[in-house]
């Protein structure tokens, strides 16, 4: 997919090796106007400052992965049409 779009990573990292903290997710969310939560084949689109940690985070209490940031645009979980439609 990244190929596809020809789009270049600028940051990568694992989220099962280094998760997120809920300190680095709120800078995340003060860095970005829009935030596309999927989950499943749904994906919503809100406001970074309606957005809750807990409205990104999957049924185990972490971070849904992946968490795609291009500009002003923060995607979390997968969503292959989401993703192509920000790449």
Do not use: C, H, W
Not at 10 to 21: D, I, L, Q, V
Not at 30 to 55: C, Y
């Amino acid at each position: 997919m990244l190929d596809r779009n020809k789009a270049v990573v600028a940051a990568e990292r694992s989220a099962r090796k280094e998760p997120f903290s809920d300190k680095e997710v709120r800078e995340l969310l003060k860095q970005v106007d829009t935030v596309v939560i999927a989950k499943g084949k749904k994906a919503n689109r809100f406001q970074a400052s309606e957005v809750k940690l807990a409205d990104i985070k999957g049924p185990t209490g972490n971070y849904r992965a992946p968490i795609v940031r291009r500009g002003k645009t923060l995607v979390v979980g997968f969503s292959p049409d989401t993703l192509d439609e920000i790449l």
